[in-house]
């Protein structure tokens, strides 16, 4: 049967009986507006449930019932014997049909217009059981009146039902006898219901036996239970494991099945279809899509997979955001879908299916995909990486960051979504309930996530493994295989600086040694082999060195003592079969504590320092090194994307040129006198550069120090790949323009390959510099500075337009164009429109220099236009626009 | 959530006791100890505990006590002494605190006393600084002084990190 229908055949024979108890009270204490009340609500969600599945028999009488109870309730009709029997009778009514659907699955044929016409009359307050809608005639009343008394009185009197005595007058077996009674006059009828509707009692109380309504709490105790029976089983077998002939093995054997099927069975009992967790999310669709004006069809698929409800309770949130963000953020508004030839109806699909032991939830939609761009900017903004470390990430890597707290790239806050509480908080629960969320986007086709979900909590199978001595549990749900390394197989495990990787089918795996994140004693005997066990966390696959794999055991977790819990690497301890406690691994942890989330160890220190040089005259952090001399030499810091050893025997040559295999990329390697001499053993120093998709290594002598000091270049030099000299921390030393060096390993560096630069012969025009990004304020300011201007760097229109406030002058404003928040466009505009600034000259500087761009800089009051990358362009034009505002003041 | 806070039972370690308190005594390096007799679980023999790696150095491990897992903290190094000597047993204490199961290692168990809140005084000024976060105050006995152990400070490991 129908789920839904013997759900509600279950609930409504409940209500029935207790419907029938409240009337009789009702009958005793005709003003209670209590038990009225009660009633009334009770055939109220009868009726409404029939409507909601569609049977409309029940739901008419169920109707006229209902009215009759609401003039008892708001007291237009009075309480009477008889009309008690009426609603008794319309109750059994509902409950003959009840029968048959019980039955047959279908309500039975037939009408129920008697019943209905008195209930109706009697609503109307025409006490009279015949057929309504003619109009009474003159005077007949009082007469009617006597005939409904008759009417009703037979089948029951005044006390309520017991229609027993009528049961043997009308011995007819058949219970349900639907053609008789549609075609039989309205008095004889009701005695039929009413006759019926006895055997019927004894039936449908079968399928409210068959379900009973037990306590949460209840169950959770016998998970508990079940969980601990589980443990000692498993400790039984422990110890008869090995002894073939113990008297023990059979009956313990015996024990193991009913554990299991006693443990499933429990388990069942806690199993709710996620649609349940869905229920709300149709509406929250619908009102989004009206709201926000687009047409959005929310498919659900798998709506009958069933999962832990203790899980379904905790992942019911995130689900409801992740659709939310889907609609919201995802799909595109109607006219533009239109516009890109998509279907006008954007598609959110939530998909449920079982996979081995797990839930698989996706949620995806066909809308835009996730903005890279707008992701790259939030990152930088908030200082959760640097633009130099996201060059060196994957698009998926990036993705990623929409994870982290407080991120949220909806242009606008809706009252829906996009206040930066969200993903960080979906992704928290899911991994709470040692769940992994997946994230993959295509620009233009949509987003989709996965949801991985253990299918319990309590539960789960976990992988024994060895190391130092120390065993360790992994859940089974991150393992994707097991590869074994011996001494004499195939590949071994390889070193890159002191990094170890793998090759695995052709792809180099990083590894993570267990030993060295759990600063556990290294051993020194050498080993015969070790195991890797292949993780995946995420998008992101790993291989964790240990000592030895023993098999996997189902596990009870439990959580870690308190005093515990900051360890990232642990998300658990359980007790094995032999009775000792291990610690659960957490892989979300162990990927944290390496290389994933190590990007994000400096981000705080960048962001507050590129805050601090946002203003020119502040200082700046200086690396001075030294490099072809004993001089010393100097670069900005935030220029240099990190500062590596690399061992001299990973320099390989390619086309005469030194290069090093570096975080999966070739690096080619530059020196600053093009010498091309290496240490001849031990490590290179290496400033590594980074920006879009080249990284460089610039070889250095050694690196002294990191200086903060104000930047003012006072000599400047004549030879290439020098910006000029400056006093740093007391001494003179070598400004080096990385600029210059960029160019030498790779020709599209930057726009254009000239070194020179022309000088201009001002006294210090001051010159304000708008760019969001750190990597150009901090490339320009020196560059210009040396140009002889004063350049005054800030990261966004809005503080330009501060400094503006404060009466700060200048002679030349340089600003990008695309940056969060104001765009450089509208920052003319804004500059233009206010008398102060409104003659300065302006620059646009942007990586887009289409004819159109030029054009409408030009509109919104930009001076000149230039590609970001062309610095020569940049200084002439900068010089030149200067001198011919000056001329024209 | 899960903070440990001294729990109600902290007050009855305070010395607000009207007339005498019962303890379960320990020493630890020939001190004499005592925490509050209605605090403590379980008294327990040497034990094989599972090391945790990354743990704070204090947190000897955890133990299976009849399928409960027990974090042991070693009140020796807890206090600033040494280890124990590798080959003395210890014994533990087990003590409840926010439903959580911790095992107090100490050198040995004695018995437990039952002592007049006339002999109690707070903590002497030059008592070490470390012992005196962790101890309530001191019972004067006839032949030695016993120290009352704050259970609740010494397992909050929030603090010194």
């Known amino acids: 049967m129908d789920d839904l229908l013997s759900e509600f055949l279950t609930e409504t024979s409940e209500s029935l009986s207790t419907l029938d108890v409240a009337l009789v009270n009702l009958e005793q204490n005709p003003n209670d507006p209590q038990i009225l009340g009660n009633i009334f609500r009770l055939v109220h969600t009868i009726k409404g449930t029939c409507g909601f599945l569609g049977l409309p028999r029940l739901e008419h009488v169920a109707h006229a019932g209902e009215n009759v109870l609401g003039k008892f309730r708001d007291g237009e009709l009075e309480v009477t014997p008889t009309a008690v029997t009426l609603i008794l009778q319309s109750i059994d009514r509902i409950k003959l049909i009840l029968g048959h659907l019980e039955q047959n699955e279908c309500e039975p044929e037939g009408s129920d217009e008697d019943l209905i016409a008195q209930l109706n009359a009697m609503a109307d307050g025409r006490p009279d059981g015949s057929p309504p809608p003619p109009p009474p005639p003159p005077m007949p009343t009082f007469e009617s009146v006597a005939e409904s008394a008759r009417a009703a009185a037979p089948p029951p009197p005044p006390p309520p039902p017991p229609p027993e005595p009528e049961m043997e007058m009308e011995d007819d077996p058949v219970p349900v006898a639907p053609a008789p009674v549609a075609q039989q006059s309205a008095v004889v009828l009701t005695g039929a219901a009413v006759v019926t509707g006895a055997p019927l009692e004894a039936k449908e109380s079968a399928v409210a036996a068959q379900t009973i309504r037990v306590n949460v709490e209840l169950l959770e105790n016998l998970m508990t239970l079940v969980s601990e029976l589980v443990l000692t089983r498993n400790q039984l077998l422990q110890m008869v494991r090995g002894k073939d002939d113990s008297e023990f093995a059979t009956p313990l054997q015996r024990l193991s099945h009913i554990t299991t099927d006693l443990q499933e069975g429990v388990m069942k009992t806690r199993m709710q279809p996620i649609g349940n967790a869905w229920a709300k999310l149709p509406r929250i669709v619908r009102d989004l899509s009206v709201e926000m004006n687009k047409k959005i069809d929310l498919q659900m698929l798998g709506a009958d997979t069933e999962l832990d409800r203790q899980v379904l309770e905790l992942i019911k949130d995130p689900l409801t955001h992740m659709v939310r963000n889907s609609a919201d953020h995802g799909l595109e508004p109607t006219d533009e879908r239109k516009r890109i030839g998509k279907p006008e109806v954007g598609k959110v699909v939530l998909n449920a299916y079982h996979e081995g032991g797990h839930i698989i939830i996706e949620i995806s939609d066909d809308g835009r995909g996730l903005n890279l761009d707008r992701i790259k900017q939030k990152a930088v903004q908030n200082g959760i990486a640097t633009e130099s470390e996201l060059e060196t990430l994957t698009p998926q890597q990036i993705y990623q960051f929409i994870f982290k707290a407080g991120f949220s790239t909806a242009e606008k806050v809706t009252s829906v979504s996009g206040r930066g509480v969200g993903m960080d908080v979906v992704r928290t629960n899911i991994e709470k309930i040692g769940g992994t969320v997946e994230l993959k986007s295509v620009p233009g086709k949509g987003s989709s996530f996965i949801i991985k979900i253990p299918l319990t909590l309590a539960i789960v199978s976990a992988l024994i493994v060895e190391c130092a001595s120390e065993r360790f549990a992994i859940p089974q749900i991150s393992v994707l295989e097991l590869v074994r390394v011996t001494a004499n197989s195939e590949h071994g495990i390889e070193m890159i600086n002191s990094a170890p990787v793998l090759r695995l089918r052709d792809r180099l795996l990083p590894l993570v040694s267990l030993k060295r994140q759990l600063l556990l004693s290294e051993d020194t005997e050498e080993r015969q082999e070790t195991f890797i066990v292949v993780t995946q966390v995420g998008t992101y696959t790993f291989g964790i060195i240990v000592d030895r794999v023993f098999d996997t055991e189902e596990i009870v977790v439990k959580p870690v003592a308190p005093i515990l819990r900051h360890i990232a690497m642990f998300s658990g301890n359980t007790i094995l079969g032999d009775g000792s406690v291990i610690m659960i691994l957490d892989p979300n942890g162990i990927a944290g504590a390496t290389g994933e989330s190590g990007l994000l160890g400096g981000a705080q220190a960048t962001d507050t320092q590129a805050t601090r040089e946002s203003h020119a005259d502040a200082k700046t952090s200086l690396l001075v090194f030294r490099a072809g001399g004993e001089d010393l030499k100097a670069v900005p810091l935030a220029l240099v994307a990190r500062l590596e050893e690399i061992e001299v025997t990973d320099i390989e040559h390619s086309h005469g040129k030194p290069m090093v295999q570096y975080r999966g990329h070739l690096m080619p390697l530059v020196s600053i006198d093009g010498s091309m001499s290496f240490r001849e053993e031990g490590r290179q120093p290496v400033l590594v550069f980074s920006d879009q998709e080249h990284t460089m290594g610039l070889v250095v002598d050694e690196i002294v120090d990191i200086v903060e000091d104000r930047l003012r270049v006072e000599l400047s030099a004549g030879s290439a790949g020098i910006i000029g000299t400056a006093v740093i921390a007391g001494k003179a030393t070598t400004i080096i323009d990385a600029g210059y060096y960029l160019p030498q390993a790779f020709g599209d560096w930057f726009g254009r390959n000239d070194k020179e630069f022309g000088n201009t012969d001002f006294h210090a025009p001051r010159v304000l510099l708008v760019d969001d990004s750190p990597f150009f304020r901090n490339l320009l300011t020196p560059l210009l500075s040396v140009a002889g201007y004063e350049v005054i760097s800030v990261e966004s229109a809005d503080k330009a337009l501060i400094l503006r406030e404060q009466g700060n002058e200048f002679d030349a404003i340089i600003s990008d164009i695309e940056m969060p928040g104001m765009s450089g466009f509208e920052f003319a505009v804004a500059v233009r429109s206010d008398a102060r600034w409104g003659a300065i000259p302006m620059v646009a500087l942007s990586s887009h220099a289409t004819e159109k761009d030029f054009e409408r800089g030009r509109q919104v009051g930009f001076n000149d236009y230039i590609a970001k990358f062309d610095r020569d362009a940049l200084i002439q034009t900068l010089a030149s626009t200067i001198a011919a505002s000056k001329g024209a003041a | ?161």
């Open chain 2, 1 to 161: 959530m899960n903070q440990i806070v001294p729990a109600g039972k902290r007050t009855s370690t305070e010395l607000a006791a009207p007339e005498t308190q019962d303890f379960v005594t320990m020493f630890i390096e020939g001190q004499l100890f005592g925490i509050p007799v209605l605090t403590v679980q379980d008294v327990l023999g040497p034990q094989k505990i599972t090391r945790i790696p990354l743990a704070p150095r204090e947190v000897a491990g955890s133990l299976n006590l009849r399928g409960r897992i027990v974090t042991a903290i070693d009140v020796r190094l807890r206090l600033g002494l040494k280890k124990r000597a590798e080959d003395k047993k210890g014994m533990s204490v087990v003590v409840d605190m926010g439903g959580e199961l911790y095992s107090l290692m100490v050198d040995s168990v004695g018995e437990v006393l039952s002592l007049p809140a006339a002999k109690f005084e707070r903590n002497p000024p030059t008592l070490d600084l470390h012992w005196r976060e962790f101890s309530i105050g001191i019972y004067r006995l006839e032949d030695k002084l016993l120290v009352v152990l704050d259970v609740g400070k010494l397992l909050d490991f929030t603090r010194n990190e």
